[in-house]
């Protein structure tokens, strides 16, 4: 079955940049969507169709993909970055969606 | 505004049978795929379910699959998750999620499986 590879955690200073990776085998075939969730909350959708950002998400927030990585990214981190962030695409030869493990993102 | 809304969690021991339900307003239901996705305590998110936007598709991831059963009733706005033969590690909050690229989770229901 199709994986989706994440760092567990990734930690950054206010005001930097980010970078939150997800790798798997020929990503750069499939949509890849990103979710933050925060503790207590439902996930919310931050990048869809591999880089666009959903009405309402701030334009720090933008979406990449090169080789088998796609890659969110965060500019000028604020402490309400902080949260879980997880990619997931749909694999069409399994028609099965996937989720990567998420990567938590910490503010120092 | 889109709402999702899931009902029918609780507590159910080992064996046991629940259904979920997800009720759906502010966008044309029968437009759209549905998802089940699930979240364990202190875990990540696992996919679950999904439907197609007439209900002629289902797949299941193989965790579920032969025990769970997603269905859907567009003249009602409503997406279903029939769960038989429970057992302890299908304990999570389910998630009620709209559309193939997952735009909007309902908040969630918890489902407890334990005697």
């Known amino acids: 079955s199709y994986v989706l590879t994440q760092a567990l955690s990734v930690s950054v200073a206010p005001g930097r940049t980010a970078s939150i990776t997800c790798g798997g085998n020929?990503?750069?075939?499939?949509?890849v969507h990103w979710y933050q969730q925060k503790p207590g909350q439902a996930p919310v959708l931050v990048i869809s169709?591999?880089?666009d950002r959903p009405s309402g998400i701030p334009e720090r927030f933008s979406g990449s993909k090169s080789g088998n990585t796609a890659t969110l990214t965060i500019s000028r981190v604020e402490a309400g970055d902080e949260a879980d962030y997880y990619c997931?695409?749909?694999?069409?030869?399994?028609?099965?969606?996937?989720f990567g493990g998420g990567t938590k993102l910490t503010v120092l | 505004q889109v709402q999702l809304v899931e009902y029918g969690g609780g507590l159910v021991k080992p064996g046991g049978s629940l259904r979920l339900s997800c009720a759906a307003s502010?966008?044309?239901?029968?437009?759209?795929?549905m998802h089940w996705v699930r979240q364990a305590p202190g875990k990540g998110l696992e996919w679950v379910s999904y439907?197609?936007?007439?209900?002629?598709?289902?797949y299941y991831a193989d965790s579920v699959k032969g025990r769970f059963t997603i269905s859907r009733d567009n003249a009602k706005n409503s997406l279903y998750l029939q769960m038989s033969s429970l057992r302890a590690d299908d304990t999570a909050v389910y998630y009620c999620?709209?559309?193939?690229?997952?735009?909007?989770w309902g908040q969630g229901t918890l489902v407890t499986v334990s005697s």
């Open positions: 999620v709209r559309g193939r690229e997952s735009d909007y």
């Open positions: 502010g966008f044309s239901f029968s437009d759209y795929y």
């Open positions: 439907i197609s936007s007439s209900g002629a598709a289902m």
């Open positions: 020929n990503i750069g075939t499939k949509s």
């Open positions: 169709y591999d880089s």
């Open positions: 997931q695409v749909w694999d069409s030869s399994s028609d099965h969606v996937v």
